[in-house]
């Protein structure tokens, strides 16, 4: 069974940054691909950044050029630096893996940006 841990949320002011860690266990197979989701208070989860198969990295236009995302195979660590976060970033930040047998979700870790 894999398991997503997610860390790395808190409370920060606008325009400072953040770096949100998730820690995958398990036997992973097939994957096709990694990434973080969002869900602000009230609003329907929603993705923020993506890394294909392939490697390709895609972002959701209101974060592109403030956040990154990576992985550490090694480790099998997925990261989200954010970058000159804005109040509107405050949500539930959620890491997932999708397979060819399943998609694997965290619980969550809290991100919140004081203006």
């Known amino acids: 069974q894999v398991q997503l841990v997610e860390s790395g949320g808190g409370l920060v002011q606008a325009g400072g940054s953040l770096r949100l860690y998730c820690v995958a266990s398990?036997?992973?197979?097939?994957?096709?691909?990694v990434g973080w989701y969002r869900q602000a208070p009230g609003k329907k989860r929603d993705w923020v950044a993506l890394?294909?198969?392939?490697?390709?990295?895609n972002y959701v236009d209101s974060v592109k050029g403030r956040f990154t995302i990576s992985k550490d195979n090694a480790n099998n660590t997925v990261y989200l630096q954010m970058n000159s976060l804005e109040p509107d970033d405050t949500a539930v930040y959620y890491c997932?893996?999708?397979?060819?047998?399943?998609?694997?979700w965290g619980h969550g870790t809290q991100v919140t940006v004081s203006s």
């Open positions: 997932t893996i999708r397979t060819d047998g399943a998609d694997y």
């Open positions: 398990g036997t992973i197979s097939s994957l096709i691909g």
């Open positions: 890394i294909g198969s392939e490697g390709k990295k």
